[in-house]
């Protein structure tokens, strides 16, 4: 009897195993799918004539990659490292990671700057260099804004809501680290969390439901960066 539960217990696992491996091989497959039907779209064409962007990332084709959401993002970066040419992509890791890099106008040297990561220059390619290095820095840059943000919410509604955004913006590598102020009982996150994760907990969710609902459904909201690397034995 023992052994038979042991076979049967080898037999899901291996195809668990297969069925895993086989959907990190059909969200590959289907990126590469509807990545070629936006290239080919009217959309794209028209934009490398125009140079004017706007219509390619509002085009059908591009939400179609879009919708692939987290898994794909892995494909979309190794396509951006592979080929230069292939800029236009960083648009799909904006709307997916929902990471929005920060940038200022200095004045005095006339030029765009980025000050949480101020070895940047304008026409660096930014999404690349987030994915490999930059999202490192998410829990000191949150660290810094969520403490300024708790000074100010008493003092000037105007940066309050600024500073907020700015968290916001560090994308769904943030959301761990607003869990944790969320566990202390900071319900002024919950709005914040219920965007990255497009709704799927209500901003009137309490910071207990929060972080039930966080212990359940972490695997999915988390960013395997380390995926940047993934099947480089196909390379």
Not at 19 to 29: F, K, L, P, V, Y
Not at 130 to 159: C, I, M, V
Not at 208 to 221: D, S, V, Y
Request: aromatic content about 14%; charged content about 30%.
């Amino acid at each position: 009897m023992m052994k038979r539960s042991l076979i049967i217990l080898t037999c899901l696992a291996t195809a668990f195993l297969f069925t895993s491996i086989n959907a990190d091989e059909n969200i590959e497959e289907q990126f590469e799918t509807r990545y070629q039907t936006w290239k080919e779209s009217e959309s794209y064409s028209t934009a490398k004539v125009m140079s004017h962007a706007g219509p390619l990332f509002t085009c059908s084709e591009f939400k179609e990659i879009t919708n692939l959401g987290l898994p794909a993002l892995p494909y979309i970066v190794r396509k951006m490292e592979r080929d230069s040419s292939e800029g236009y992509l960083w648009k799909a890791i904006e709307v997916i990671a929902k990471f929005k890099i920060y940038r200022e106008y200095d004045r005095e040297n006339k030029k765009v700057i980025f000050p949480d990561f101020p070895e940047l220059e304008l026409y660096d390619n930014l999404y690349l260099f987030w994915w490999q290095e930059g999202y490192k820095r998410t829990p000191q840059l949150f660290d810094e804004l969520y403490s300024r943000w708790k000074q100010s919410k008493h003092a000037n509604n105007e940066e309050s809501e600024k500073i907020y955004q700015r968290m916001i913006n560090l994308g769904i590598p943030v959301i761990p680290y607003m869990m944790r102020e969320i566990e202390k009982g900071d319900s002024g996150l919950v709005p914040a969390v219920s965007y990255l994760t497009d709704g799927e907990i209500s901003e009137e969710t309490s910071p207990t439901e929060c972080i039930r609902w966080w212990n359940e459904n972490k695997e999915k909201w988390t960013i395997k960066f380390d995926d940047n690397e993934l099947n480089d034995n196909k390379k």
